[in-house]
């Protein structure tokens, strides 16, 4: 069954997408849900204005998610947190510590699902963390824990 996408859906495709599905999965998910619609000849021109306004959207965030990777290309953040005697932090570090961390780095502010910790930090010492702006733009930024004084 042919469905144009009124969203971005993982592993399915972009938003005015024109994509082909089983009938079950769009008459009882995608349809439903209001994820997309029928590619009736109408809807299909309705889906090449949103392809061209996604374009255009992609061209400008393109061009901030290159600046906001030149700012945090070399970045090295530094969080402190309690810890133990060995090294164990009491509780491992959050998305939202890290990405306040970037924003007193460089004043951007970014979205909690743009970083992507492989596995918890829970202890001290350097990690890499991965920043995915969009589909095209990700990189490594390096994240140090140190033991937080009292």
Not at 2 to 13: A, C, E, F, R, T
Not at 103 to 109: A, L, R, Y
Not at 113 to 140: A, C, R
């Amino acid at each position: 069954m042919k469905l144009i996408l009124k969203q971005d859906i993982s592993k399915l495709g972009r938003k005015g997408d024109i994509i082909n599905v089983a009938k079950g999965y769009a008459r009882n998910y995608l349809i439903p849900k209001n994820m997309a619609m029928v590619a009736t000849a109408k809807n299909v021109t309705i889906a090449e204005r949103m392809q061209e306004k996604r374009q255009a959207v992609l061209e400008e965030s393109s061009q901030l998610a290159d600046s906001i990777q030149q700012a945090l290309a070399d970045a090295h953040l530094v969080i402190a947190q309690n810890s133990t005697d060995e090294g164990t932090l009491y509780a491992a570090v959050t998305n939202a510590q890290i990405i306040e961390s970037i924003e007193k780095f460089s004043t951007f502010k970014l979205e909690e699902n743009q970083v992507i910790v492989e596995n918890q930090v829970k202890e001290i010492g350097l990690h890499t963390v991965k920043i995915q702006l969009s589909l095209d733009v990700n990189f490594d930024v390096t994240l140090e824990i140190v033991p937080e004084t009292k």
